[in-house]
């Protein structure tokens, strides 16, 4: 498939009442699908892909079953695999513990081959990751958590 095919599904998609189209062609899949703008806080950035790693146990993933109402929760906007660091040789962007500033970015969700930084929307102290390195997120799914007193 190239860039030319994709982009005309996705004009197909547009003009059309269909909220997504998947197709399989030679061994491989396209999935476009329609999704309302994202919140702000989000950039896209175009990097070269990461090497997979494999998804960690379900149980590490799972957020706190309350969170403290001096914490922030700072959720996934789209569905992606997420990246703690802009390459898989650097250092994280946080850190728990980190101090953020709100517009500071946090982490990448890669979506459809695009790098999307994830940017604080609150000030703080980052205090739990809440998802390991490489592992796929849904839309609305925490995080991080941050301490903002």
Request: with cysteine.
């Amino acid at each position: 498939m190239d860039l030319e095919f994709i982009e005309r599904l996705l004009k197909l998609l547009s003009e059309s009442n269909a909220d997504e189209i998947e197709i399989e062609e030679e061994g491989k899949r396209v999935k476009v699908a329609k999704h309302p703008a994202p919140p702000p806080g989000l950039r896209e950035v175009v990097m070269a892909p990461q090497a997979p790693t494999p998804p960690p146990p379900a149980a590490a993933a799972s957020p706190p079953a309350e969170t403290p109402a001096s914490h922030h929760e700072i959720r996934s906007p789209i569905v992606g695999t997420f990246y703690r660091s802009p390459a898989p040789d650097s250092a994280p962007f946080v850190e728990v513990g980190s101090v953020v500033q709100a517009g500071a970015v946090l982490c990448i969700v890669e979506a459809m081959k695009l790098m999307n930084e994830i940017e604080s929307d609150v000030e703080g102290k980052i205090v739990k990751v809440l998802v390991e390195n490489g592992q796929p997120v849904e839309y609305d799914q925490p995080l991080f958590l941050i301490d903002k007193s």
